[in-house]
C-alpha cells in the first residue's frame, strides 16, 4: 500500500542545514497498521508530513499503490491518503461549524449529497447530528477528535496518517478513541500510520513499528515482540523500560539521552 | 506523624463569571507531613487549582474559601501579603508544566537561580552565585558554570526543568508542589528528572505534593495518592495499594490504559456516574 524507500529529508542549507530523517524505509501492507515510535526530535512526525506534502522530500521515494508520489499532491492523493493531526484544539478552524468543516473537503472534491456525507461520516464517529452546527469551542476535547477523524474519513481515504491522535487527550477518553480507531480499521479495510511517544498506544493499535532515534531508523520490531519483552536494540529497551513507570531502584537510562 | 506540614481542610475554589459560579474545587481536606503526596485527576478535576490555592496563585475573579488552610502553623488565608511572600519560593515553592514558558526568556539561568536565593536570603552575590552553581550540580547538570551562562532557549526541555527544579530547591523549601512536572517532557527524560527530584526531596526531607493526570507514574512515585474527579476527592490511598483502588473511578482509569503487557480489546471505557460528582 505504501512503500517509503530510503527518506531524507533536511530543512535548511549551510550551517543552518538540518537532517530531520535520514534514510528511513519501510513498507506497509493494505489492512495493516504500522506505527513510528520515538522522542521529540527523532523526525517521527516528518516521516509522516514528508508523505502527505507537509514536509519537503530531499532524497528517496514514496509509493503509494505502487505510484510515486507528485510534488505537489494531487487531488487523487488526498483522495487515499488523510491525515490526523495531534491536537484537535488547534487542527479545527474555531469559528467553523462543524458542518463546514466536515463540508470543506466535499466541495474541494466536488462531492455530492454533502449533507447525506455529512451525517453519515458523524455517525461513524459515534456523533449523533446534533453536533452538525456546532462550533469546536462546544465540544469537549475527546468529541473534536472524533469531528478531526470524520474530518479525515469523509473522502473515504484508503490510508490514514495518525500524528499522536491521543496524547492531547484524557487517560479515558484516548480509550475511547483508540477503540474507535480499531473498529473503523476493521470496518473499513483502512492502513493506518500511527506516530506516538507512547510504546503501549502503538503496541496496543499496530502489529509493527519502527523505532526512530534522532532521524535514523534504530529498529523495526512487531508489537508481539514488544509484549514478550524481546528488543535487541538497547534504545528500544530504554523506552521500555520507561514506559513501565518510575522505579527507585531502575539503573541509570542511556547516559546520551540527557540533555 | 507529629505536627502536619500543610493541613488544608474544606478548600473550595470559585469562579463568579458572567455566566454563573464555577466551583473548580469543592470541599478537598487531607494533610501532609514530609511525604510525597500524589494528587491525580482528568482535566478540569481542580487538581491544579488546588495547588495553585495553597500558594495563593489563584487567579482572579478566583475566590478560595477553606475552614483551615494552615502551612506549618501559619493561616494562609489571613496571612498578609508580606508573609505570603516570604513563604512563596522561601518555605513553599512550586515547579511548573513547562520549562518554556515559565523561565524568563530574557535572563540567564544562573541569573535567575541567583534571584531567586537573593530574594529569600541575604546573601552577597559572590555567595548567591556559589549555591546556584551548587544548585546546578545536585540536579545533574554535567557543566554547571556553562548551564548557568545559557539562555532558556539554548537548552532542551529536560534541562530547562532540571534548572526549573534547581531554582525551587536553592531556598531550602519545606514544601515542593510540582504541576506536572514531567508532561511537557519525552519518557525517557522524564524519568530522569523525576529520579533527581525524588533524590532531593528525600535527601533534602521535603514534603512534596505530585499533581499529575498520570496514575500509574504517581503511584510508583508517591506514598499516598489523593484522586480527584470534578472538583472533589473521590478516593484516597496507599500508593502500593493502587491495585485494590475502591472507587470505580479509580479502577475505570487504571483499566483504561492500554499496557505493553496484555493486548486487551476494546479498552474499558469509563462510564461516568453523575453521582461521582455528588
Known amino acids: 500500500m505504501l512503500d517509503i524507500q530510503n527518506l531524507q529529508v533536511v530543512f535548511g542549507t549551510g550551517r543552518l542545514r538540518v537532517d530531520a530523517v535520514k534514510d528511513v524505509s519501510f513498507h506497509v501492507e493494505p489492512g495493516a497498521a504500522y506505527g513510528l515510535v520515538g522522542e521529540s526530535g527523532s523526525g517521527k512526525s516528518t516521516v509522516l508530513r514528508a508523505i502527505c506534502g507537509l514536509a519537503p522530500i530531499t532524497a528517496g521515494r514514496v509509493l503509494v499503490e505502487g505510484r510515486a508520489v507528485t510534488t505537489p499532491r494531487g487531488k487523487d492523493f488526498y483522495r487515499t491518503v488523510q491525515m490526523v493531526f495531534q491536537d484537535p484544539y488547534a487542527s479545527l478552524h474555531p469559528r467553523h461549524t462543524v458542518d463546514r468543516t466536515l463540508s470543506e473537503p466535499l466541495a474541494i472534491h466536488g462531492e455530492k449529497d454533502q449533507e447525506a456525507r455529512i451525517l453519515q461520516a458523524l455517525r461513524e464517529v459515534g456523533l449523533g447530528p446534533s453536533f452538525r452546527f456546532r462550533y469546536p469551542h462546544q465540544l469537549s476535547g475527546g468529541q473534536r477528535q472524533r469531528i478531526a477523524i470524520a474530518r479525515a474519513l469523509i473522502l473515504r481515504p484508503k490510508v490514514l496518517l495518525l500524528d499522536e491522535p491521543t496524547s492531547a487527550l484524557d487517560a479515558s477518553v484516548q480509550a475511547e478513541i483508540l477503540n474507535l480507531l480499531d473498529d473503523l480499521r476493521r470496518k473499513m479495510g483502512l492502513t493506518y500510520i500511527l506516530v506516538s511517544h507512547d510504546l503501549a498506544v502503538v503496541a496496543h493499535l499496530c502489529e509493527r513499528l519502527l523505532v526512530m532515534r534522532h532521524g535514523e531508523a534504530v529498529e523495526e520490531t512487531t508489537s508481539e515482540a514488544l509484549r514478550s519483552g524481546v528488543a535487541s536494540n538497547a534504545y528500544t529497551q530504554s523506552l521500555i523500560q520507561a514506559s513501565q513507570g518510575f522505579t527507585r531502584d531502575a539503573k541509570e537510562p542511556v547516559r546520551s539521552l540527557a540533555g | ?278
Open chain 2, 1 to 278: 506523624m507529629t505536627k502536619p506540614l500543610l493541613d488544608v481542610d474544606d478548600l473550595r475554589v470559585r469562579f463568579h463569571l458572567r455566566t454563573g459560579t464555577v466551583e473548580a474545587v469543592r470541599g478537598v481536606s487531607f494533610q501532609l507531613g514530609r511525604e510525597r503526596l500524589g494528587i491525580v485527576g482528568e482535566s478540569g478535576s481542580g487538581k491544579s487549582q488546588t495547588g495553585r490555592a495553597i500558594l495563593g496563585l489563584t487567579p482572579p475573579p478566583g475566590e478560595v474559601t477553606a475552614k483551615r488552610l494552615a502551612f506549618d502553623g501559619i493561616d494562609l488565608l489571613t496571612a498578609s501579603k508580606r508573609t505570603l511572600r516570604t513563604l512563596r519560593g522561601g518555605r513553599i515553592s512550586m515547579v511548573m508544566q513547562d520549562p518554556k514558558y515559565s523561565l524568563n526568556p530574557v535572563m540567564t539561568i544562573g541569573e535567575q537561580i541567583v534571584e531567586a536565593y537573593q530574594a529569600h536570603a541575604k546573601a552577597g552575590r559572590r555567595e548567591a552565585r556559589d549555591r546556584a552553581l551548587a544548585m546546578l550540580e545536585a540536579v545533574k547538570m554535567r557543566d554547571p558554570a556553562r548551564v548557568f551562562s545559557l539562555y532558556p532557549h539554548e537548552v532542551s526541555g529536560g534541562m530547562g526543568q532540571r534548572a526549573m527544579i534547581a531554582m525551587m530547591l536553592v531556598t531550602d523549601p519545606d514544601l515542593l508542589i510540582a504541576d506536572e512536572p514531567t508532561s511537557a517532557l519525552d519518557v525517557t527524560v522524564s524519568m530522569e528528572v523525576l529520579r533527581i527530584l525524588d533524590e532531593l526531596v528525600t535527601e533534602r526531607g521535603m514534603g512534596l505534593i505530585f499533581i499529575s493526570h498520570d496514575l500509574k507514574l504517581v503511584s510508583s512515585f508517591c506514598d499516598r495518592v489523593l484522586v480527584m474527579y470534578a472538583g472533589r476527592v473521590v478516593e484516597q490511598l496507599e500508593a502500593k495499594n493502587l491495585r485494590e483502588a475502591q472507587h470505580p473511578y479509580t479502577q475505570g482509569l487504571m483499566r483504561c490504559l492500554p499496557t505493553l503487557k496484555d493486548d486487551v480489546r476494546p479498552l474499558p471505557t469509563l462510564n461516568r456516574d453523575p453521582a461521582w460528582a455528588q
